[in-house]
């Protein structure tokens, strides 16, 4: 029981660290997969878009574009929070794979190493990729046609 533990404390650190290291860079220093900010400054709008090479976009807030930068800044604000959110699911399916084959695991009580249980994992964690892949295409997508709207 107590080599059951320790294997669970194992799995329970490595998820914290790895977890840490993907929130760390995207959420603190704001490197966000697709990079795109938006900031409202004395009545224009800036959208900055790229972290090392930055493409900026000013548009003025009139009546004719209110609706389409809110549009915008909805876009934006999803793509973010898809990332927030697919971070830990990501850092989780991690995890999983990582001690899938480890030997301590595969001998706990009550869990049986069967081929099985590896091949569903698969299909899992493919099904979950292609969602958070396509969808933040989709969503990458939808900024880049409201900024080009709105040019």
């Known amino acids: 029981m107590k ?3 320790s294997v669970w404390l194992r799995i329970s650190l490595t998820y914290f660290v790895v977890l840490t290291m993907l929130y760390v860079p995207i959420v603190l220093l704001n490197i966000f997969p697709s990079n795109y ?6 009545g224009t709008v800036l959208i900055e878009h790229g972290v090392f090479n930055k493409e900026l976009f000013e548009f003025e807030i009139n009546s004719e574009n209110k ?12 793509i973010h929070s898809l990332v927030i959110l697919g971070i830990p699911l990501l850092s989780f399916i991690f995890v999983g794979f ?14 049986e190493a069967s081929r099985k249980r590896a091949v569903a994992l ?7 990729l ?5 969808e933040f295409l989709y ?8 900024i080009t709207e709105l040019l």
């Open 139 to 146: 969503r990458r997508g939808n900024i880049i046609s409201s």
């Open 98 to 111: 990582l001690f899938q084959f480890s030997k301590h695991f595969k001998t706990m009580k009550g869990i």
């Open 122 to 128: 698969i299909l899992m964690t493919t099904v979950i």
């Open 130 to 134: 292609l969602w958070l892949v396509g």
């Open 3 to 5: 080599g059951d533990y």
């Open 37 to 42: 900010t938006f900031q409202e400054i004395d």
């Open 67 to 78: 609706q389409e930068l809110a549009v915008l800044h909805y876009h934006i604000r999803s």
